[in-house]
C-alpha cells in the first residue's frame, strides 16, 4: 500500500499486509513487540508470541503464492527463536548481555566454576536415581527454586550493568 515502515514489523501498519523479511537488525524484544527487558512478564511473551502465530499460521496463507508462503516460513521461524530465547532464563541472559556489547558463552570461554559443574552432574545423577514421580517433582521444584534465585540475581547485576559480575553467574 506504500504506507511507511516505522521500526520492525512483519505486517504493514496500514493494510495488515505481510512484510518482506527484513528483521536482521531486530531483537528478540522488537520481533514480538515487548519491552526490552531482562525480568520479563513471560505470560505477555506468550500473548505476544500467539497473537503473532496465528498471523502467521500456514493455513492463513494456504492459498497465496510460493513466495508469501515462503515468506511466512522465514516470518515463523524468526518468531521461534525469539520466543524460544525470551522464555529460556539463560538463553535470555545471554542475549541480553550482547545486546550490551558483552560477549559471552564463546568457544574461548570455558566454566571455570567446578562447584557448579559438580552440582549439575550430582542433580542429574539424583534424577537419574529417583524412584518415584514425587522424587523426580520434588527435584523439579528445587531446581526451580535455583533458578528463580538465579534469575533474581542475574537482574540485580544487570540494572547495575555490572557486566563482569555478570559474566560468571552466565557462563
Given at each position: 500500500?506504500?504506507?511507511?515502515?516505522?521500526?520492525?514489523?512483519?505486517?504493514?501498519?496500514?493494510?495488515?499486509?505481510?512484510?518482506?523479511?527484513?528483521?536482521?537488525?531486530?531483537?528478540?524484544?522488537e520481533?514480538?513487540?515487548?519491552?526490552?527487558a531482562?525480568?520479563?512478564?513471560?505470560?505477555?511473551?506468550?500473548?505476544?508470541?500467539?497473537?503473532?502465530?496465528?498471523?502467521?499460521?500456514?493455513?492463513?496463507?494456504?492459498?497465496?503464492?510460493?513466495?508469501?508462503?515462503a515468506?511466512?516460513?522465514?516470518?515463523?521461524?524468526?518468531?521461534?527463536?525469539?520466543?524460544?530465547?525470551?522464555?529460556?532464563?539463560?538463553?535470555?541472559?545471554?542475549?541480553?548481555?550482547?545486546?550490551?556489547?558483552?560477549?559471552?558463552?564463546?568457544?574461548?570461554?570455558?566454566?571455570d566454576?567446578?562447584e557448579?559443574?559438580?552440582?549439575?552432574?550430582?542433580?542429574?545423577?539424583?534424577?537419574?536415581?529417583?524412584?518415584?514421580?514425587?522424587?523426580?517433582?520434588?527435584?523439579?521444584q528445587?531446581?526451580?527454586?535455583?533458578?528463580?534465585?538465579?534469575?533474581?540475581?542475574?537482574?540485580?547485576?544487570?540494572?547495575?550493568?555490572?557486566?563482569?559480575?555478570?559474566?560468571?553467574?552466565?557462563?
Open positions: 500500500c506504500g504506507a511507511p515502515r516505522e521500526g520492525f514489523a512483519f505486517f504493514c501498519a496500514a493494510c495488515d499486509a505481510m512484510l518482506p523479511a527484513d528483521d536482521a537488525a531486530a531483537t528478540h524484544f520481533v514480538l513487540g515487548v519491552a526490552p531482562f525480568v520479563l512478564d513471560l505470560a505477555e511473551v506468550d500473548r505476544a508470541y500467539k497473537a503473532l502465530q496465528r498471523k502467521l499460521h500456514p493455513d492463513r496463507h494456504a492459498t497465496a503464492g510460493d513466495e508469501q508462503r515468506l511466512v516460513e522465514v516470518h515463523a521461524s524468526r518468531v521461534n527463536e525469539a520466543v524460544g530465547t525470551l522464555r529460556s532464563p539463560l538463553r535470555r541472559a545471554r542475549f541480553w548481555m550482547e545486546m550490551h556489547g558483552v560477549r559471552v558463552l564463546e568457544e574461548d570461554q570455558r566454566m566454576d567446578m557448579t559443574m559438580m552440582e549439575v552432574m550430582e542433580v542429574s545423577e539424583e534424577i537419574t536415581a529417583a524412584a518415584s514421580q514425587s522424587r523426580i517433582e520434588e527435584l523439579t528445587e531446581n526451580s527454586a535455583k533458578i528463580a534465585a538465579m534469575e533474581a540475581k542475574l537482574a540485580a547485576v544487570f540494572a547495575k550493568k555490572d557486566w563482569e559480575a555478570a559474566r560468571p553467574l552466565v557462563e
